[in-house]
């Protein structure tokens, strides 16, 4: 299956692996073969808008956006005990954070003191309102969890 195949700008590649991510990824159901066909496919499409010569293709800060984008959920993903969720274009991430607060920073995640989670904003230069609860801004912007964190190394000790 060719998942990104109508796709025409960054903008959609990154709207299709969103949709596809949650529905493929392993802690949903899915299996994990398919999570990294949707991987290898999501690269392949985002190098193929690159090298586009058509004015009517993003520029390439949009580019390193999605990548950014892409390294932050698979770096959330990894982190056992996290939940990852989507709101609006924006990644919160809740559970137990404390151990992965290195890392998160890392991949360019932020602390809100407001909220007590971490964010990953997925458009930068767009402010939200400012003075409104986590719940408000669900509401507003539509919400969605991505996965919860697993820690594989683990999971793989302990099955075997």
């Known amino acids: ?12 590649v ?10 493929l990824h392993p ?6 073969a398919d999570f990294l066909e949707l991987s290898k496919q999501y690269e392949e499409a985002v190098k193929r808008i690159q090298n586009s ?5 993003s ?7 999605m990548d950014a984008f892409k390294k932050a959920v698979d770096t959330a993903l990894k982190c056992e005990g996290v939940v990852v969720e ?5 990644l919160w991430l809740s559970g137990n954070t404390y151990p992965h607060k290195e890392t998160l920073k890392s991949a360019g995640y932020r602390w809100c003191k407001k909220h007590s989670q971490w ?42």
């Open 53 to 57: 010569t058509s004015g009517k293709f």
């Open 1 to 12: 299956m060719k998942y990104f195949k109508d796709c025409i700008t960054l903008t959609e």
């Open 27 to 32: 802690d949903h159901g899915g299996k994990e």
């Open 119 to 160: 964010y990953f904003p997925g458009q930068q230069g767009k402010r939200r309102p400012t003075g409104l609860s986590m719940e408000q801004i669900k509401s507003l912007y539509g919400s969605q969890i991505i996965g919860t964190g697993k820690a594989e190394e683990k999971n793989n000790k302990l099955s075997a």
């Open 59 to 65: 520029n390439s800060s949009e580019v390193e956006d």
């Open 14 to 23: 990154k709207k299709v692996y969103r949709h596809w991510a949650m529905k």
């Open 86 to 90: 989507q709101v609006g274009s924006w």
